[in-house]
């Protein structure tokens, strides 16, 4: 009888092959997009203080990237062979994002809500964020089978990669925030890297709802 695994493995090295090469290229066009962009703007001296350009739209991207965050976990949640990584991992990602977008908009203030009114949202959000944590590690702990194979495939995903980088830039923006390089553009190049980090992590669900639905059609 013909045994197909030894077909398996060269497809299985093509197939990872052009998934790391799609990452790199999306990775790099990303990347030269962001910095040509912070050229145009550093050009033109554009606002970036809390209502301008720069602010508005990483708040726009992060909206997406709780609405594609929602998706993902909506799309794995069948928990079928076919999913590229456990659906727990897209629900704290989802409260992730929330929350960074919570902070971006401090919790209502910058779109001109009452303070008061704000700081019971921000206790409210909170103390939901510390709620779903719980649940999210109890059902880690107590209902997912094969822990360190979840995690494994997780960490393997396109999507922890670009979570990897958003987190980078993340850093990066934290330190033109503390004025750890003198600068005396370091604003702008802090709320690009803010931005350059939102967008990635937006990437990250993108790739998960993308590899899902491929997954899905090659099973059809």
């Known amino acids: 009888?013909?045994?197909?695994?030894?077909?398996?493995?060269?497809?299985?090295?093509?197939?990872?092959?052009?998934?790391?090469k799609n990452l790199s290229k999306n990775i790099s066009i990303t990347l030269f997009l962001m910095a040509l962009l912070t050229i145009?703007?550093?050009?033109?001296?554009?606002?970036?203080?809390?209502?301008?350009?720069?602010?508005?739209?990483?708040?726009?991207?992060?909206?997406?990237?709780?609405?594609s965050w929602a998706i993902t976990f909506y799309k794995l949640?069948?928990?079928?062979?076919?999913?590229?990584?456990?659906?727990?991992?897209?629900?704290?990602?989802?409260?992730?994002?929330?929350?960074?977008?919570?902070?971006?908009?401090?919790?209502?203030?910058?779109?001109?809500?009452?303070?008061?009114?704000?700081?019971?949202?921000?206790?409210l959000n909170a103390s939901m964020a510390?709620?779903?944590?719980?649940?999210?590690?109890?059902?880690?702990?107590?209902?997912?089978?094969?822990?360190?194979k979840e995690l494994l495939e997780f960490l393997k995903s396109s999507s922890f990669k670009y979570a990897l980088i958003s987190l980078f830039f993340i850093l990066i923006g934290d330190v033109f925030e503390k004025d750890l390089i003198p600068l005396s553009?370091?604003?702008?190049?802090?709320?690009?890297?803010?931005?350059?980090?939102?967008v990635f992590i937006l990437l990250s669900a993108l790739s998960a709802i993308r590899n899902r639905s491929k997954s899905s059609r090659e099973r059809l």
């Open 1 to 20: 009888m013909y045994n197909i695994s030894h077909t398996k493995c060269p497809i299985e090295n093509t197939n990872r092959y052009r998934d790391a």
């Open 40 to 67: 145009v703007f550093f050009y033109f001296s554009v606002d970036t203080s809390e209502s301008g350009v720069i602010e508005h739209t990483q708040d726009i991207v992060l909206i997406i990237a709780v609405i």
């Open 77 to 123: 949640k069948g928990y079928n062979n076919d999913r590229t990584f456990h659906p727990i991992f897209a629900a704290f990602f989802t409260l992730l994002v929330y929350i960074v977008l919570g902070r971006e908009l401090s919790w209502l203030r910058v779109i001109g809500v009452d303070r008061n009114i704000a700081k019971v949202v921000e206790y």
């Open 130 to 148: 510390i709620i779903l944590l719980f649940i999210f590690t109890y059902y880690w702990i107590f209902k997912v089978r094969n822990q360190r």
């Open 185 to 198: 553009s370091h604003q702008l190049f802090e709320e690009m890297s803010e931005l350059t980090g939102h």
